[in-house]
């Protein structure tokens, strides 16, 4: 079993950081009945005897003794990490795994990535260093971060890095929430640019969020409850958004519910590396399948059943619903339509009480109304995982590299050339030692050669299809 | 003589513990519908074949697991000793954490040099336990990366250190609809390296045994523990002991050697396919009777018809007239042409049938005499509660249009951009 590990970097980064190692928890203790240290849980806590202190030795076996999160907590600012470690979490955290600092980043990038990442970089490989010393095998890092601020978007891209240089044969999976159109940040164009590059040329896969459909996610949930139409109430646990069902109860902090559908992304991701089931999908797959040329590793994902009604009978209209809810533009966590756009790649890991004709049943279905790339025309990865989400009998998570993703960063670009031409704000970043204006035509040039790579693939939609001719076998 | 099994991957791991199963099940019923010796004989042959006894009386399956990440290994592990019937060895298997990726280079340049001799280590300890060595079965599947990139370069590695062994590789055809979307690669890159170190290859699709479970079998939500079951079945329809083609007491010491000899003809041709009828729910088979005659026609037109079950054969298919001057090359190109044809006959009254039907020398290619081409294994002991079943392996050209299909959409992804 391999481990994982979680680079939390900034507010955003730590906020849903936190939300998913509660739901971590939630999602374990429903499963692991007996209280052993099982290898599902390896992956991402350890198991520290701390009858000793907290230096205690790690226990590979036998019951569950003290459970530590697999995780670096990293902030410019105390007050984020200091509310985790005054909240219910505390104990999951080891004090030796936190980076803070006291003066924040200003909400500008170059303080982020150059003057703290120079300050911190022995700090930040000391500590990577010593989490990955306790794993037995480790394959994936984690970055949550947010794209329009100052820490998240500067020092989490120098941590990816960081991560490159020194495992380089370890994944790379970033989570990042971009900026929407109304943010309030007003830099938040520069940072986000500046990030891009990082992304484009250190990441493995990235899966990009957006806030305003997370949003429109958590209103919708919200309607459905209190509009009482449903005859059935719904299961509380089961919302994508809820913190319900854990031991501890949690006072309900605004960004929360948002913060939940993150963290259940992330848990659904990992499922089958971690559980059973009858056909795996471990994380070194999704990169291989997802991403057919290097630089165009951007994955659109949605989440689906929302929710669960409280009645039992499932009939299978409701499983073929939820594939179909899985391809519809609400569902998307960002802002993007892949029904209309091409695929270069989908993969679907389905968990709970799915078997592989509803897959198959549902892929012969759905497939006639999506457009495909030419050379990748049944392009589709399936994982089956049989262990459900709490409160779900069964679930899925789709993952597609599809075209949509360009408007998301052709408005980013426009929003950026905005401030650009009047070179508004930009004399914060260049008062810092080693950003020069080179950095910012460097960042929009990589950005541009995305979006250009997604135009020809975009090109080729919907054309005649020609076929390579096949080789001719001498004989 | 007996067979060695390497289970490759996840695929192959799941379905060697139905076929262990299924073999297990079958030597524990009470239907056979024959002589208490015959039982007897029967189960000792399958025994000897499959399984190794030890003084705590339940057999160990003679296999060696293989996979890069423990999940699937300990689920097999723990489904077999929950039996009761029958177990895998404890020291017979082989894992990492962390897998391959779907990535067939991983499978076959990394992983395999790299654990080649713990894995050929188990191998060599297994041959050791047999008596007579009567050759290597492997289960494996195309599309990953394990079972695919590492089963090839294993099957490389058992060539070279058991040169004269025969070596059949059982090897599972991914879903045309996709499960892994560089399937089409790792496929092709399998078939090219098992071509030269395997003797033969044993072709299961998925589709098709999909199929099999929801018309035939009335599976509603087929999971992959039916279609293992499924294929499970087929294997052993195959792999139980039979009497030799010569009649004679005494079951075949030698079955992969015999299979090679009847149905590899020519190195170039390797490539076998299994038919199995009937194939039903076992509620319903109290309920159904069947005639040799009637099952015989069944099969004979699933081969020219490149039909893999009884329902929705296409009847008129018919193979050309002999004695027209129509050279080979313009049979018409639905028809199903043979190489050879091995039918393997299990059940009530089995020595009375008349295998003619399959002799008809137009099934075959004009090189090869239908006496040579066609065998008949015949035994009368019924095998897992069906009171007559007939399996037919052959090498016949119904491979081709997946096959194809599998090069041309490997290549379409290769060669564009």
Redesign the interface.
């Given at each position: 079993?391999?481990q994982s590990v979680v680079v939390q970097v900034g507010q955003c980064g730590n906020q849903v950081g936190c939300r998913f190692w509660d739901l971590a928890l939630r999602e374990h203790a429903a499963v692991n009945k007996k209280g052993i240290y099982d290898?599902a849980l390896s992956s991402f806590f350890r198991n520290v005897d701390t009858r000793s202190g907290d230096n205690g030795p790690d226990i590979y076996k036998g019951k569950i003794c003290s459970l530590k999160a697999r995780a670096l907590l990293i902030d410019m600012e105390e007050g984020v990490v200091n509310e985790i470690l005054q909240g219910p979490l505390r104990d999951v955290f080891d004090s030796k795994q936190l980076i803070t600092d006291v003066s924040g980043s200003g909400n500008n990038w170059a303080v982020g990535h150059k003057i703290y990442g120079c300050q911190y970089r022995e700090n930040i490989v000391e500590k990577l260093r010593k989490t990955a010393e306790y794993c037995?095998?480790l394959?994936c890092f984690f970055i949550i971060h947010s794209m329009g601020g100052g820490t998240g978007s500067g020092l989490g891209t120098f941590v990816l890095n960081l991560l490159e240089e020194e495992f380089p044969e370890v994944y790379r999976f970033v989570t990042s929430v971009y900026p929407s159109g109304e943010d309030d940040v007003i830099t938040s164009p520069y940072n986000s640019v500046l990030a891009m590059k990082e992304l484009n040329e250190h990441a493995d896969c990235v899966l990009p969020i957006e806030n305003e459909s997370l949003f429109e996610i958590v209103n919708k949930i919200h309607q459905m409850i209190n509009s009482g139409k449903l005859g059935s109430t719904v299961k509380q646990s089961s919302l994508v958004t809820s913190s319900a069902g854990n031991a501890k109860t949690l006072p309900e902090k605004p960004f929360d519910a948002m913060n939940n559908i993150v963290a259940n992304l992330l848990l659904n991701l990992t499922s089958s590396a971690r559980f059973?089931g009858?056909?795996?999908m471990?994380l070194?797959?999704i990169?291989?399948?997802?991403v057919p040329f290097p630089r165009l590793h951007y994955l659109v994902s949605s989440l689906t059943p929302l929710y669960t009604l409280a009645d039992v009978n499932v009939p299978?209209r409701r499983l073929d619903q939820m594939f179909s809810d899985a391809f519809s533009r609400d569902h998307q966590l960002i802002q993007a339509d892949p029904k209309h756009s091409l695929y270069l790649?989908c993969a679907l890991l389905v968990r709970g009480n799915v078997?592989?004709?509803?897959l198959?049943r549902n892929?012969?279905r759905l497939?006639p109304s999506l457009h495909f790339v030419?050379?990748?025309?049944?392009?589709?990865?399936?994982g089956?995982c049989s262990v459900p989400p709490v409160g779900h009998s069964h679930s899925l998570l789709a993952l597609a590299n599809n075209t949509c993703v360009k408007p998301t960063f052709i408005e980013l670009k426009d929003r950026f050339m905005k401030l650009y031409k009047k070179k508004a704000h930009l004399h914060h970043y260049l008062q810092i030692d080693g950003m020069e204006q080179s950095c910012f035509s460097e960042a929009i040039a990589s950005l541009s050669d995305l979006i250009e790579e997604y135009n020809e693939l975009d090109a080729t939609k919907g054309g005649p299809r020609i076929?390579?001719s096949?080789?001719k076998i001498a004989v | 003589m007996s067979i060695v099994t390497v289970q490759l991957g996840?695929c192959g791991n799941?379905i060697g513990h139905e076929v262990f199963s299924a073999l297990c099940s079958d030597i524990r019923g009470t239907h056979g519908l024959c002589s208490k010796n015959e039982n007897q004989s029967y189960q000792d042959s399958c025994k000897e074949r499959f399984f190794c006894e030890e003084e705590s009386a339940v057999p160990v399956a003679r296999a060696v697991l293989v996979d890069m990440?423990?999940?699937?290994i300990s689920?097999a592990l723990s489904m077999a000793a929950s039996s009761g019937h029958w177990r895998y060895s404890s020291h017979s298997h082989f894992c990492q954490?962390?897998?391959?990726?779907?990535?067939w280079a991983n499978g076959y340049c990394v992983h395999g040099p790299r654990h080649k001799e713990a894995i050929m280590n188990l191998v060599q300890k297994e041959a050791e336990r047999c008596d007579r060595l009567g050759g290597f079965f492997t289960i494996m599947s195309m599309a990953g990366?394990t079972g695919s990139g590492l089963g090839a370069f294993v099957t490389q590695c058992l060539r070279d250190a058991f040169p004269t062994s025969f070596i059949l590789n059982h090897v599972i055809w991914p879903?045309?609809?996709?499960?892994?979307?560089?399937q089409n690669y790792n496929s092709v890159l399998t078939l090219s390296h098992l071509y030269h170190s395997s003797d033969a290859l044993l072709v299961h699709e998925n589709d098709v045994i999909?199929k099999i479970?929801?018309q035939l079998m009335n599976?509603?939500?087929?999971?992959?523990?039916d279609?293992n079951q499924v294929i499970a079945h087929q294997l052993g329809s195959v792999f139980q002991p039979t009497h030799p083609a010569g009649g004679g007491s005494g079951y075949s010491r030698n079955p992969l050697g015999d299979l090679m000899e009847t149905l590899v003809p020519h190195p170039e041709f390797r490539m076998l396919g299994l038919r199995n009828i009937p194939q039903m729910p076992e509620s319903s088979l109290p309920y159904s009777t069947f005639s040799w005659p009637g099952l015989l026609k069944h099969l004979r037109q699933m081969l020219i018809a490149n039909a893999q079950m009884e329902e929705g054969i296409d009847w008129q298919v018919r193979p050309p007239q002999p004695g027209s001057s129509i050279p080979s090359t313009n049979k018409p190109l639905h028809f199903n042409t043979s190489i050879a044809n091995l039918l393997i006959l299990r059940g009530k009254d089995v020595h009375s049938v008349d295998v003619g039907s399959f002799q008809d020398p137009s099934l075959y290619t004009s090189w090869l005499n239908p006496q040579d081409a066609f065998n008949a294994w015949k035994t009368p002991r019924a095998f897992n509660k069906y009171e007559k079943s007939a399996a037919l392996v052959s090498n016949s050209q119904f491979l081709l249009k997946p096959l194809d299909s599998i090069?041309?959409?490997a290549?379409?992804?290769f060669?564009?951009?």
């Open positions: 079993m391999t290898e037995d095998c394959q059973e009858s056909l795996n471990d070194n797959e990169s291989m399948n997802l299978s790649a078997q592989v004709s509803d198959r892929i012969e497939k030419s050379w990748n025309q049944e392009g589709w990865k399936t089956l076929d390579p096949r080789l | 996840q799941q990440e423990p999940k699937v689920q954490k962390q897998g391959s990726g779907n990535n990366g879903y045309g609809t996709g499960e892994v979307i560089v999909h479970c929801a599976i509603k939500q087929i999971s992959f523990r279609v090069v041309g959409k290549w379409n992804m060669a564009s951009k």
